[in-house]
């Protein structure tokens, strides 16, 4: 799964780097954003592409209570296709989630190391993500999003086994076609990421609680950290 993730781009680095009608909502640099937090995420509407806040945590339009979002912070590649909560929307509501690094830990015995994934450039970057509108009963909308996971490539791989799916610019259009699509033509772009698209770096502790923020969070690894296999490095 992907529980963590970094945004620190500006709200007009992130236009142009998504080619973006206008500037998204200005949410802040936040450097530890865990599920059920606001998001910024490109639906696939029709028209100019913009980006909208999302909270994180899928509510389908069917459920009958918005907790369901606390059990929907991503879906596997592998079985979105089939399950009840995500088969319509990686049809019809799909949206590339922005964001400029993700967290995962490397499990050592009873310790757990947080490593920072991020572009060589630290650029920002798109994850693959669905999004839905939730009304409840006295007419107040919610909207929401998951990630969507697949196989950790050879980067991620020493850390952990999953890693969100990360759209590379020339597929972008695809994913963000309005109009409803077989799920044949869009699970196959549910992949890992090239192997050269990321680098890592084990960070602070401090991440590991979801209540911290802050740059902090991407500080030194604490020195009874664990040695990460050569080439994981940056």
Known sequence: MCGRFTQKTTPQELAEAFALAEPPPDLGERYNIAPSLDILAIPNL?????????????VPFWARDPSIGNRAANARA????????????????????????????????????????HRPDQ???????????????????????????????????????RMPVLLLPQDWDHWLDPTPLPTQQVTPLLRPAPADFLQARPVSRFVSSAANEGPRCLGPAESDEPTPKPGLLI
Request: with cysteine.
């Open 123 to 161: 650029k920002p970057f798109a994850m693959a993500g669905l999004w839905e509108t939730w009304r409840a009963p006295d007419g107040e909308r919610l909207q929401t999003v998951c990630l969507i996971t697949t196989d950790a490539n050879p980067v991620v791989a020493p850390v952990h086994d």
């Open 78 to 117: 592998e079985t979105v296709a089939d399950k009840p909560t995500f088969r319509e929307a990686v049809q019809r509501r799909r949206c590339l989630v922005l964001a400029d690094g993700f967290y995962e830990w490397r499990t050592d015995g009873k310790k757990k190391t947080p490593y920072w994934f």
């Open 46 to 58: 029709p028209g100019p592409r913009h980006a909208e806040a999302f909270r994180w945590g899928l």
